[in-house]
């Protein structure tokens, strides 16, 4: 059973903090082991990612094996069918489309003094594209991060994606292709995240690592970040969904279940304002679950992280869901459009009961990298904004350092920093003496 929360209740701020609180990802333990993987890989390399991979992949490969030649992606695409192929390419259009609207302007303008300023957008050099492929695998993540980075210029591509067992799916090749992937290697986990950040014999370092994956990966990318970019932290996926009673149970229940058979740590919430609709969810859940081919994840992660918050309104719905700051936010309600304008922690928001979450997963447009674990108050999704950075521009005249510049000379001094001064001043005296 989920947990079930009523707003009514005496107790349900205490069962509602308890709730956000849960340990889903960042356990102590994780971080431990991911700490001395990354240490590992810097001391020993190559020869570290190999045995990692055959400890927690069961695979042993070399160095010459670690990436996928072209003759192994040839063939390998070369085995999927015209109905599979017709979908990525379909969706990598779909992604492509989406995202190129992303890509900001630069700008350049004269102020009032004559100085000129703006700034000027470039893409990162080489960037590291995490693909999970723990527990399932994730064609869809290919496109969803290769996309945004080729979009955005990024010259060198590079993407990690375990095979356990050496099963590979010839999808996850084919929409690399599809998407203008540089380099694959089958390598997983914090070993991958290592690799990439800090370079092997074989593996040349990026500048950027973006993608989803569980917590091990997730543990990586926080304590990498610094030596390279990273996107956010994409951990176990989550969704709440908030519907009311005019909708069909059994659509809500395997939405629901869409995220939970991520991951035994994946996250499914119902908030509605119907108790009786809460408990036809609840069972709806329980009766797919029977059948479910992943039920052996999904289960579990509803019955330990699923709940369901019976709420006396919509707008308590509203401010509940605030809080979470969910990764994925379905609507299901009359009024889902009114509703969605006021929200403002949410990772993405789905509209309507015409509008289920998976859709976003594979075909929808937007990207499905999204912040998780209640990090969307601050962060966002994955984007072509992921993948470059601003550089900014400043051209003084005669005119506009007579204008500014003796205003910097005195804000150095108040810091005590007399070249800073100096190096205005000696500006300044030239113009004053001519
Ligand atoms: N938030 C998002 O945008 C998003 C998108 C897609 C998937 N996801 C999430 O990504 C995750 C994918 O997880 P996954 O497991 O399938 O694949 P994964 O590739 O993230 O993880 C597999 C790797 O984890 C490492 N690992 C496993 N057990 C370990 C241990 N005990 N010690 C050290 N390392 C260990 C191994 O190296 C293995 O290669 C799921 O949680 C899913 O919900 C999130
Ligand atoms: N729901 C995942 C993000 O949390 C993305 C995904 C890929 N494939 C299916 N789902
Ligand atoms: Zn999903």
């Known amino acids: 059973m989920p947990h079930f929360l009523n707003t009514l209740d005496d107790n349900f701020e205490a069962e509602f903090i308890a709730l956000m609180g849960m340990k889903r990802e960042d356990s102590p333990d994780v971080d431990a082991v991911v700490a001395d993987i990354i240490a590992d890989v810097r001391a020993r390399g190559d020869a570290a990612v190999l045995e990692l991979t055959a400890k927690f992949d069961r695979?042993?490969?070399?160095?010459?094996?670690?990436?996928?030649?072209?003759?192994?992606?040839?063939?390998e695409c070369a085995k999927v069918d015209d109905e599979d192929r017709a979908a990525l390419e379909m969706a990598a259009a779909r992604i492509r489309a989406y995202h190129e609207r992303?890509?900001?302007?630069?700008?350049?303008?004269?102020?009032?003094t004559g100085a000129a300023l703006g700034w000027r957008w470039s893409a990162v050099s080489a960037a590291g594209l995490y693909v999970p492929g723990g527990l399932a695998s994730y064609p869809s993540s290919v496109l969803m991060n290769a996309i945004p980075a080729k979009v955005a210029g990024v010259d060198r591509l590079a993407i990690v994606v375990p095979t356990p067992d050496g099963v590979v799916n010839p999808l996850v090749l084919l929409?690399?292709?599809?998407?203008?992937?540089?380099?694959?290697?089958?390598?997983?986990?914090?070993?991958?995240?290592?690799?990439?950040?800090?370079?092997?014999d074989t593996i040349a370092p990026v500048d950027k690592i973006t993608g989803p994956g569980n917590a091990f990966v997730a543990a990586a990318k926080r304590r990498v970040f610094g030596k390279v970019g990273i996107d956010m932290i994409a951990g176990p996926s989550e969704i709440l969904v908030i519907a009311d009673k005019d909708n069909d149970p059994d659509w809500i229940a395997v939405d629901l279940l869409s995220q939970a058979e991520h991951d035994e740590s994946a996250q499914s919430i119902l908030i509605t304002d119907d108790a009786d609709f809460g408990r036809a969810v609840a069972a709806a859940v329980e009766k797919q679950l029977e059948t479910l081919e992943r039920r052996a994840i999904a289960g579990p992660s509803w019955r330990d992280f699923g709940a369901v918050i019976v709420v006396k309104d919509m707008e308590e719905a509203v401010r509940l869901s605030d809080r979470i700051a969910p990764e994925h936010l379905e609507i299901c309600t009359n009024d889902a459009e009114d509703l969605?304008?006021?929200?403002?922690?949410?990772?993405?928001?789905?509209?309507?009961?015409?509008?289920?979450?998976?859709?976003?997963d594979y075909i929808g447009g937007p990207n499905h990298v999204l912040p998780t674990a209640r990090s969307a108050r601050f962060s966002s999704g994955l984007s072509v904004m992921d993948?470059?950075?601003?550089?900014?521009?400043?051209?003084?005249?005669?005119?506009?350092?007579?204008?500014?510049?003796?205003?910097?000379?005195?804000?150095?001094?108040?810091?005590s920093l007399e070249a800073h001064g100096l190096s205005v001043r000696a500006r300044l005296d030239r113009l004053n003496k001519g």
């Not at 695979?59 to 063939?75: C, K, N, Q, V």
């Not at 929409?175 to 991958?192: C, L, M, S, T």
């Not at 969605?340 to 976003?360: L, V, Y």
């Not at 993948?387 to 810091?415: Q, V, Y």
């Open 102 to 112: 992303q890509m900001p302007a630069d700008a350049w303008w004269e102020d009032e």
């Open 340 to 360: 969605q304008t006021k929200i403002r922690h949410a990772g993405a928001i789905f509209i309507g009961s015409w509008t289920p979450e998976a859709i976003g």
């Open 387 to 415: 993948f470059i950075k601003r550089t900014t521009l400043s051209r003084m005249t005669p005119d506009a350092l007579l204008a500014i510049g003796p205003s910097a000379e005195r804000l150095a001094k108040s810091e």
């Open 59 to 75: 695979l042993e490969l070399t160095p010459e094996t670690m990436r996928f030649s072209d003759a192994e992606i040839e063939s």
């Open 175 to 200: 929409a690399a292709k599809i998407a203008g992937v540089d380099e694959i290697y089958r390598i997983g986990g914090a070993q991958a995240v290592a690799a990439l950040a800090y370079g092997t």
